[in-house]
């Protein structure tokens, strides 16, 4: 599976920004998935996941209520939308897929990964 995320940028906190990971390779369809944030200097953490069919969202409880995680099959696009940023958002942002069709939150879980893209929320 191949993803090719974008749509980061420079944003001041209480702004919004949207998020796209195109997906393709075979059976994409099938795998579970997520977002992940990279702060500098800090672990990947677990952001958002999704299965394709829209099915089964999970939110980290620091994005819950702010962000909304969905799919575009047509496009074969997952979407991070992010409102409310705040400077804590900050990081490069991945994209991942799970063979297994969940969405865990660890980043060992997945198999494939997009490039990042960096997000930059200033105070």
């Known amino acids: 599976v191949q993803l090719q995320a974008s749509g980061g940028g420079l944003v001041q906190e209480g702004g919004s920004l949207r998020l796209s990971c195109v997906a393709s390779?075979?059976?994409?369809?099938?795998?579970?998935m997520g977002w992940f944030r990279q702060a500098p200097g800090k672990e990947r953490v677990f952001v958002a996941g999704?299965?394709?069919?829209?099915?089964?969202?999970v939110y980290a409880v620091s994005v819950k209520g702010r962000f909304t995680i969905s799919t575009n099959n047509d496009q074969n696009t997952v979407y991070l939308q992010m409102n409310s940023l705040k400077p804590e958002d900050t990081g490069v942002y991945y994209c991942?897929?799970?063979?297994?069709?969940?969405?865990?939150?660890?980043?060992?879980?997945?198999?494939?990964w997009g490039q990042g893209t960096l997000v930059t929320v200033s105070s």
């Open positions: 999704v299965a394709w069919s829209g099915d089964n969202t």
């Open positions: 390779g075979r059976g994409f369809r099938t795998y579970g």
């Open positions: 991942a897929a799970n063979p297994t069709g969940w969405s865990p939150p660890s980043p060992r879980s997945y198999s494939d």
